[in-house]
T-cell receptor, first 113, second 112 residues
Framework: AQTVTQSQPEMSVQEAETVTLSCTYD???????LFWYKQPPSRQMILVIR??????QNATENRFSVNFQKAAKSFSLKISDSQLGDTAMYFC??????????FGAGTRLTVKP | DSGVTQTPKHLITATGQRVTLRCSPR?????VYWYQQSLDQGLQFLIQ???????AKGNILERFSAQQFPDLHSELNLSSLELGDSALYFC???????????FGPGTRLTVL
């Protein structure tokens, strides 16, 4: 089965510090996309960052960056200079075909003042 | 604001009833997806439509059905509701299917 695993159900970080959320996936596909979505207490699902598997360069969006290790099937999210507004549930997602987006179970991140 | 709209925001109903959830995708998006998220749970994919046709089915119960209309808005119909159907129902859209999905604000369904 092709799955997405987030092994950290909960994490916390002090404001202004850096935190890394882990995600691994299992696939035999060579071309796919990976995403991180954020779900704050409002429950809105917000796209944070995307990575195309054919690109070796890690994606970056302001304070958010990924460490994409294709051979290891790992896709971690690094949040730098954490802010209180980063408190949310974070979902890793993998898209291997146009009809099949798989989500991990999520990591609940709390940023402490 | 993702550009995806969902109505209603909240819905409270009784067991055995039938409800319809509505979704309007972002302008230009042809694919619509429906997801169910129970309390503190992940997202369960229900069904996808592309340009009016069903394209993929996930863990959707037989009591649930959906359709996408010519103007590309979509409706999710839930019937013979049970307490366990209480959840947040998300609609998402994408241009086709081979790209990121943008989510609506969700409809919170409470079955009493």
């Amino acid at each position: 089965a092709q799955t997405v695993t987030q092994s950290q159900p909960e994490m916390s970080v002090q404001e202004a510090e850096t935190v890394t959320l882990s995600c691994t996936y299992d696939t035999s596909e060579s071309n796919y996309y990976l995403f991180w979505y954020k779900q704050p207490p409002s429950r809105q699902m917000i796209l944070v960052i995307r990575q195309e598997a054919y690109k070796q360069q890690n994606a970056t969006e302001n304070r958010f960056s990924v460490n994409f290790q294709k051979a290891a099937k790992s896709f971690s999210l690094k949040i730098s200079d954490s802010q209180l507004g980063d408190t949310a549930m974070y979902f890793c997602a993998w898209l291997a075909s146009p009809n099949d987006m798989r989500f991990g179970a999520g990591t609940r991140l709390t940023v402490k003042p | 604001d993702s550009g995806v709209t969902q109505t209603p925001k909240h819905l409270i109903t009784a067991t055995g009833q039938r409800v319809t959830l509505r979704c309007s995708p972002r302008s230009g998006d042809l694919s619509v997806y429906w997801y169910q998220q129970s309390l503190d749970q992940g997202l369960q994919f229900l069904i996808q439509y592309y340009n009016g046709e069903e394209r993929a089915k996930g863990n959707i119960l037989e009591r649930f059905s959906a359709q996408q209309f010519p103007d590309l808005h979509s409706e999710l119909n839930l019937s013979s509701l049970e307490l366990g159907d209480s959840a947040l129902y998300f609609c998402a859209s994408s241009v086709e299917g081979w790209d990121e999905q943008f989510f609506g604000p969700g409809t919170r369904l409470t079955v009493l």
